[in-house]
């Protein structure tokens, strides 16, 4: 949240110093648009960089699967997803359809069996809710800071790797 408040206090100071020149008495009716599409531009970079990484899926559908060891690595910079489902490797492509849905229509997966009941369950609505479309939301639950993907049958909750 420091970052974040920084950043938008670094926008502003910029976009304040840049509407003090010259331009600034002809330019100011554009000046709330401006800090608008200013806001949105900071907003999507920062949610683009924080969701980037490795991440832990720990529950899933409100069951605890961290005995599972499920992970989904992001990068919404290149719009790839790849991981572990529980099974198998997985790579795919994520397609953004608007500002709160994303899918991966083409989830390409090694062939490896499944070793438990659990891992089978996983990996079957892993790739169900990477299908159907999802929207990703930060938020704190379980007493940890995490990102809750949501699909419209499945919701799954990540922890990020290496973070306390």
């Known amino acids: 949240m420091l970052k974040r408040s920084l950043l938008v ?9 840049s509407e003090s020149n010259d331009t600034y008495h002809k330019n100011i009716s554009s000046f709330p648009l401006k800090i608008v599409q200013t806001f949105k531009d900071i ?3 920062i949610l683009q960089n924080e969701f980037n990484g490795n991440w832990h899926i720990r529950v899933m559908d409100g069951k605890d699967i961290r005995q599972a060891r499920a992970i989904l690595d992001l990068d919404l910079d290149d719009m790839k997803l790849s991981g572990f489902d529980a099974c198998n490797q997985m790579n795919g492509i994520l397609i953004k359809h608007n500002e709160e849905n994303i899918s991966v229509p083409a989830l ?5 069996g499944c070793r438990e ?4 369950w996983v990996s079957v609505r892993l790739h169900q809710l990477l299908k159907e479309g ?5 938020e704190e639950k379980y007493g940890i800071e ?10 799954l909750f990540l922890k990020k790797m290496g973070e306390d």
């Not at 390409?108 to 490896?112: A, G, I, L, V």
């Open 43 to 45: 907003n999507r970079s």
């Open 9 to 17: 206090t670094v926008a502003l100071t910029i976009l304040v110093y």
């Open 117 to 120: 009941t659990l891992h089978t």
């Open 146 to 155: 995490g990102v809750t993907i949501k699909s419209p049958n499945h919701e």
């Open 108 to 112: 390409m997966t090694t062939r490896m």
């Open 134 to 138: 999802f929207s990703i939301k930060e």
